[in-house]
């Protein structure tokens, strides 16, 4: 079998899980309909995704990676996966049952509804392998019955109504799971590790070295890599903990310093600018009195 599988369209996932196609944009997956298969010879797979996926995954197990990491997958996990992203599963060569549902539908199934203009605030499509969110009993059920109604629409004899109910389902369905995750933010061990203070550790270890002067201005990207974490729920986590978003998080601190600084007769505002990894001293001085309410020179002669 090969080692490399595309889905690019609705059916394609269809044909390999045993489902009928109902609507060529969208269908709903009950894993336990699907033949029994394996992925072939052990080694890893990659698969290709064109179409949207959410996977609800019901048993435990750990095979499938998005990067570097494994899904860390319990009884009731949400993975979602956007397309042009590529999820890999370690097969060990084994044939097996596959257990869960899904839900995928094509991009194009959603022009025309206002779930087009809203799909950017659902961040989580963009979250890593280790970021999956885990469901409660009670949450697991609220997916599943999401599912069904999507999964009755299609079953029933298409009319002008359908893809307005199907398209306001699937964003209630993420309007939930963006709950879920504000409910995991606070309670799940991996997200309570002082990620925060190691934010501001790797904040301040940044500007005590010649990074700024090398690098230029800390990145969001920068510290979400160093935290292992994705660039979305890195952002998304900070919001939550502070109530600014990581790029505010990072040019408050960059005013504080620059405050510090501004007060050292010895140094010019260009100095200063250049210090904290401004490329050009008039977008420091910019930021500066957008925070500040003056420019540095006005700050620095009281």
Not at 40 to 49: D, M, P, S
Not at 128 to 139: D, Q, T, V, W
Not at 285 to 291: E, I, N, T
Request: glycine share 8%.
């Amino acid at each position: 079998m090969s080692r490399i599988h595309r889905f690019d369209y609705v059916s394609d996932y269809n044909d390999l899980n045993n489902h009928e196609t109902l609507h060529p944009l969208i269908s709903v997956i009950d894993f336990s309909r699907a033949n029994p298969r394996s992925w072939g010879e052990e080694g890893t797979v990659r698969l290709h995704f064109g179409i949207y996926a959410i996977f609800l995954k019901q048993v435990k197990c750990g095979d499938l990676k998005y990067g570097r990491n494994y899904y860390d997958y319990q009884e009731g996990t949400l993975v979602f996966v956007a397309p042009g992203q590529v999820v890999d599963i370690e097969s060990d060569g084994e044939v097996y049952q596959p257990s869960g549902h899904a839900l995928v539908f094509h991009p194009d199934f959603l022009v025309g509804t206002p779930l087009a203009a809203n799909m950017s605030r659902y961040s989580f499509f963009g979250y890593r392998s280790h970021e999956a969110l885990h469901l409660s009993k009670r949450e697991r059920g609220i997916v599943l019955d999401c599912l069904a109604k999507i999964q009755y629409e299609l079953q029933q004899n298409v009319d002008k109504h359908s893809k307005k109910l199907i398209a306001s389902t699937i964003d209630l369905f993420l309007g939930y799971s963006e709950r879920f995750y504000d409910r995991q933010f606070i309670t799940r061990d991996t997200v309570k590790l002082g990620i925060l203070e190691k934010f501001e550790g790797l904040l301040n270890d940044y500007y005590a070295t010649d990074k700024p002067r090398e690098f230029g201005l800390p990145t969001v990207a920068y510290f979400a890599e160093e935290l292992h974490l994705s660039a979305n729920y890195f952002g998304d986590l900070i919001k939550k903990e502070t109530g600014k978003t990581a790029q505010e998080y990072i040019q408050g601190k960059i005013i504080d310093l620059a405050k510090i600084k501004a007060f050292n007769p010895d140094k010019s505002v260009s100095e200063i600018a250049y210090e904290l990894g401004f490329k050009y001293p008039q977008h420091f001085s910019r930021l500066f009195k957008q925070h500040v309410g003056q420019t540095p020179s006005a700050y620095r002669a009281g």
